[in-house]
């Protein structure tokens, strides 16, 4: 996946948005985790990794008899994980730059983690094969991801409406599905996977981190939506200022993309 067609914005602006998104998304993914089962000893691959957050849970999961790898496109986020598992004494990590294209390997890993990866992307059956191929016979696939479907403001409000359609937009003339998360459980059965067991998870809230996600996204998605003629420069701006105000409002609840979360095992 060519980090130039990314839809969301790269490099260390990128990395902040992740960083509300790690936390936000935090209970819930090690909750999900928990129930993969993933333990001590075990070798881990973390697909998309970002900042690396959840690719350094993995390594604390595993101890260190088991190791955890993060791979990325982006080489400015790996550049970072790497020195945050540095300066966090993180030893049985490591970071690397590389693309689903070139493969992830044969046979390597108990577990295959990816989160909001298949979304982005124009074959995520490929991928999924990538991925089924890189896990050892037992080895469990871990994947989350959206349905930008189920995303909320409470009262309404034009303006998140607004910004609904230029993510979905986007995301579709950048090659990528907004909706993918509904078809996650049969698209991992059609890959030969076996067990496979959904969950749905939502982040919402009235007040908090998870309420500023919206106007963060949007600002992370401006260039690929005026790259595709989806909206402005000025619109984009008036709307992520919008989306902050509503985020500062202790009265409206807003809901982020409900996500499917999957967990499945190679035969």
């Known amino acids: 996946m060519d980090d130039h067609h990314y839809l969301i914005r790269g490099g260390v602006g990128g990395r902040e948005r992740l960083r509300v998104l790690g936390r936000v998304m935090r209970p819930t993914t090690l909750a999900l985790l928990e129930r993969a089962a993933v333990a001590a000893g075990m070798r881990c691959?973390?697909?998309g990794c970002g900042?690396?957050?959840v690719t350094v849970d993995l390594a604390s999961l595993v101890g260190l008899t088991g190791h955890a790898v993060g791979l990325d496109v982006d080489a400015?986020?790996?550049?970072?994980a790497r020195a945050?598992?540095?300066?966090?004494?993180?030893?049985n990590v490591e970071f690397r730059v590389g693309d689903l294209a070139a493969g992830l390997g044969q046979e390597e890993y108990d577990v295959v983690y990816a989160r909001f990866v298949l979304t982005h992307l124009a074959d995520p059956a490929s991928a999924l094969e990538a991925m089924r191929r890189a896990l050892r016979p037992g080895g469990r696939l871990v994947v989350e991801d959206i349905d930008f479907r189920g995303s909320f403001c409470d009262p309404e409000h034009p303006s998140f409406e607004r910004y609904e359609e230029i993510y979905e937009e986007s995301a579709r003339r950048n090659g990528g599905d907004p909706w993918i998360a509904l078809r996650l459980p049969s698209m991992l059965v059609a890959a030969g996977f076996a067990d496979v067991q959904p969950t749905v998870v939502q982040p919402a809230g009235l007040?908090?981190?998870?309420k500023l996600l919206p106007a963060l996204t949007l600002e992370n998605i401006r260039a690929t939506a005026l790259r595709h003629g989806v909206s402005t420069g000025e619109e984009v701006d008036r709307l992520v200022d919008d989306l902050y105000a509503v985020a500062r409002d202790p009265a409206t609840f807003v809901g982020n993309p409900r996500m499917v979360q999957v967990i499945a095992e190679r035969p």
């Open 51 to 53: 900042g690396g957050d």
């Open 45 to 47: 691959l973390d697909v």
């Open 207 to 210: 007040t908090g981190e998870v």
């Open 84 to 91: 945050d598992a540095v300066q966090g004494a993180v030893t």
């Open 76 to 80: 400015t986020k790996v550049e970072l």
